[in-house]
């Protein structure tokens, strides 16, 4: 069965740091692309930052500079290094895969359940 299970998330003042990480589980072949997306009460979910296999970043214009996605290809766990934070990155974080699993036909995407991030003003 395959799993995403996030950690770090929480509570913390503006400007403080949090790292979140996120440890894909189960039989997979190959993870092409890790990432995290973030949801807002009554908005809709967007792309935080993505890495791809061969560590090729990508990050929303709202947290460039600011937040660091790296990723261990052989743990299939991927981490969000979230400096300077604002009030408006508070949402739910959901880590997210793109990967082959064995016995499937092709590649998938996977969600984890979310993680809460608040940030204080």
């Known amino acids: 069965q395959v799993q995403l299970v996030e950690s770090g998330g929480g509570l913390v003042q503006a400007g403080g740091s949090l790292r979140l990480s996120c440890a894909a589980s189960?039989?997979?072949?190959?993870?092409?692309?890790m990432g995290w997306y973030r949801q807002a009460p009554g908005r809709q979910r967007e792309l935080v930052a993505g890495i791809n296999s061969g560590g090729y970043t990508n990050y929303a214009d709202s947290v460039k500079g600011r937040f660091t996605i790296s990723r261990d290809n052989a743990k299939n766990t991927v981490y969000l290094q979230m400096n300077s934070l604002k009030p408006e990155d508070t949402a739910v974080y959901y880590c997210h895969a793109f990967g082959l699993q064995s016995g499937s036909y092709g590649y998938t995407n996977y969600w984890g359940q979310g993680t809460q991030v608040t940030v204080s003003s």
């Open positions: 189960g039989s997979f072949l190959s993870i092409n692309v």
